[in-house]
């Protein structure tokens, strides 16, 4: 009873170290950047297809879904409109950071908790490197990086799956659909769904890295860590877009 009550809060003071740890190494500039144009490069293709289909299907499923509502009210030539803002404001910031927490989250977590299990990190300490420094570092600053980029990459491909289903099912010409999805978005707009991905990328670079830092249990507990991590960002992702969403949305709602 006594370990339920106390062991989360324990957790949470270790990933609470290790999150000041990050940002001290940073402030020093402490960064090996060699590390992080790698991580960069390993994150973003491993989530950069799955990304641009889950962008494509969501686009063009908002734009069959609006055709049909649209088309009952006679107002089919708002689906443009509709289509890209739900996109822009709310959809693919939160299903990239979804399947960025699942693929590369995941990667993360597996990879430093194989190194933990195997003595990796203890190794790097007898060596005289600083883990922190040399594993965690690189990969939550290339988390920063990625995760926007897949954003505005999700937001395209899925701005251009609405167009190929209103263009083809909705008979809505080419040029006026483009307008009309320039028009519709404003700064605010895109400011509101982009600025959460710099706050979700922190998350999932945190949580990814603790629970791959601290694995324990050897092969199994590699497997367990990796699932409680992908659990948590989701978790953590879907609470935070809600909590800065109204906070978004009180202070520039209109």
């Given at each position: 009873?006594?370990?339920?009550?106390?062991?989360?809060?324990?957790?949470?003071?270790?990933?609470s170290?290790?999150?000041?740890?990050?940002?001290?190494?940073?402030?020093?500039?402490?960064?090996?950047w060699?590390?992080?144009?790698?991580?960069?490069?390993?994150?973003?293709?491993?989530?950069?297809?799955?990304?641009?289909?889950?962008?494509?299907?969501?686009?063009?499923?908002?734009?069959?879904?609006?055709?049909?509502?649209?088309?009952?009210?006679?107002?089919?030539?708002?689906?443009a409109q509709?289509?890209?803002?739900?996109?822009v404001?709310e959809?693919?910031?939160?299903?990239?950071?979804?399947?960025?927490?699942?693929?590369?989250?995941?990667?993360m977590?597996?990879?430093l908790?194989?190194?933990?299990?195997?003595?990796?990190?203890?190794?790097?300490?007898?060596?005289?490197?600083?883990?922190?420094?040399?594993?965690?570092?690189?990969?939550?600053?290339?988390?920063?990086?990625?995760?926007?980029?897949?954003?505005?990459?999700?937001?395209?491909?899925?701005?251009?799956?609405?167009?190929?289903?209103?263009?083809?099912?909705?008979?809505?010409?080419?040029?006026?659909?483009?307008?009309?999805?320039?028009?519709?978005?404003?700064y605010?707009?895109?400011?509101?769904?982009?600025?959460?991905?710099?706050?979700?990328?922190?998350?999932?670079?945190?949580?990814?890295?603790f629970q791959?830092?601290?694995?324990?249990?050897?092969?199994?507990?590699?497997g367990?860590f990796?699932?409680?991590?992908?659990?948590?960002?989701?978790?953590?992702?879907?609470?935070?877009?809600?909590?800065?969403?109204?906070?978004?949305?009180?202070?520039?709602?209109?």
């Open positions: 009873m006594i370990n339920a009550v106390f062991h989360p809060i324990t957790r949470l003071g270790q990933a170290l290790l999150l000041g740890e990050v940002f001290s190494n940073i402030l020093r500039g402490r960064i090996r060699k590390e992080v144009f790698k991580q960069i490069y390993d994150q973003g293709v491993q989530s950069l297809v799955i990304v641009m289909l889950v962008s494509f299907a969501c686009g063009a499923v908002l734009a069959m879904q609006a055709r049909v509502t649209m088309e009952r009210f006679g107002a089919k030539e708002f689906i509709l289509v890209v803002l739900s996109l404001r959809l693919t910031p939160v299903f990239t950071a979804l399947v960025f927490s699942g693929k590369s989250g995941a990667g977590a597996s990879e908790g194989t190194m933990s299990v195997n003595n990796q990190i203890q190794a790097t300490r007898t060596l005289g490197v600083d883990p922190v420094e040399f594993l965690v570092v690189p990969r939550m600053i290339a988390c920063f990086f990625v995760l926007p980029l897949l954003v505005v990459i999700g937001e395209l491909v899925g701005i251009f799956g609405g167009y190929v289903i209103a263009v083809w099912e909705a008979r809505i010409p080419g040029s006026y659909y483009i307008s009309q999805t320039i028009n519709a978005v404003g605010i707009d895109f400011f509101t769904g982009f600025s959460k991905v710099f706050f979700f990328s922190i998350l999932i670079g945190w949580i990814s890295c791959g830092f601290f694995t324990s249990g050897g092969s199994l507990g590699v367990r990796t699932t409680k991590a992908v659990a948590l960002c989701y978790v953590a992702v879907i609470v935070s877009n809600t909590i800065l969403t109204k906070i978004i949305l009180t202070f520039w709602g209109n």
